[in-house]
T-cell receptor, first 112, second 115 residues
């Protein structure tokens, strides 16, 4: 069975600092990986997705993620965090013919 | 107007009451999903539907039922609500015709409290 872990429940960074949110997955075949963001009181918005090809994926709002098969990871990064990035971030895995499995989420707080 | 809408946005009810949460979409997608979100658990799939005649149980379907009234409408019912069904509920859609691994589009959520 596929599964997703996000080791960090809550991360606090200062505005302008770099950010890395961790995501590890368990799946026997090639995974299809996603990062979603949930702003307070909002639904989930897709930041980026990886299906195949280049392992460094660019997304919206200046985010990127790198797929590392050897580490079963798909970490999300941003070089300079803005106060508006404060939100909850979910990593998810999907595969052919089946449904998404979401990680538990990482809540990001941004200090001014 | 939002592509995926959910009504109501907030609901407080009592134990034992029947509750229906509704989801409508204007995206023309064939697939629809219901999830619940609990702190520290992420989103868990309750039911999903790949077309009007196709309904499938997800990870946590006990205590819930669904109805796909039309391609654009997918309702979630709690026949007899209990306090541990207090959660944030999300509806989502996706489009099979664009591939199996598509992005899911989410509604704004319904916050349900069962007293």
């Amino acid at each position: 069975a596929q599964s997703v872990t996000q080791p960090d429940i809550h991360i606090t960074v200062s505005e302008g600092a770099s950010l890395e949110l961790r995501c590890n997955y368990s799946y026997g075949a090639t995974p299809y990986l996603f990062w979603y963001v949930q702003s307070p009181g909002q639904g989930l918005q897709l930041l980026l997705k990886y299906f195949s090809g280049d392992t460094l994926v660019q997304g919206i709002k200046g985010f990127e993620a790198e797929f590392k098969r050897s580490q079963s990871s798909f970490n999300l990064r941003k070089p300079s965090v803005h106060w508006s990035d404060a939100a909850e971030y979910f990593c998810a895995i999907g595969n052919y013919g089946q449904n998404f499995v979401f990680g538990p989420g990482t809540r990001l707080s941004v200090l001014p | 107007d939002a592509d995926v809408t959910q009504t109501p946005r907030n609901r407080i009810t009592k134990t034992g009451k029947r509750i229906m949460l509704e989801c409508s979409q204007t995206k023309g997608h064939d697939r629809m999903y219901w999830y619940r979100q609990d702190p520290g658990l992420g989103l868990r799939l309750i039911y999903y539907s790949f077309d009007v005649k196709d309904i499938n149980k997800g990870e946590i379907s006990d205590g819930y039922s669904v109805s796909r009234q039309a391609q654009a409408k997918f309702s979630l019912s709690l026949e007899s609500a209990i306090p541990n069904q207090t959660a944030l509920y999300f509806c989502a859609t996706s489009d099979r015709t664009s591939g199996e691994y598509n992005e899911q589009f989410f509604g704004p959520g319904t916050r349900l409290t069962v007293l």
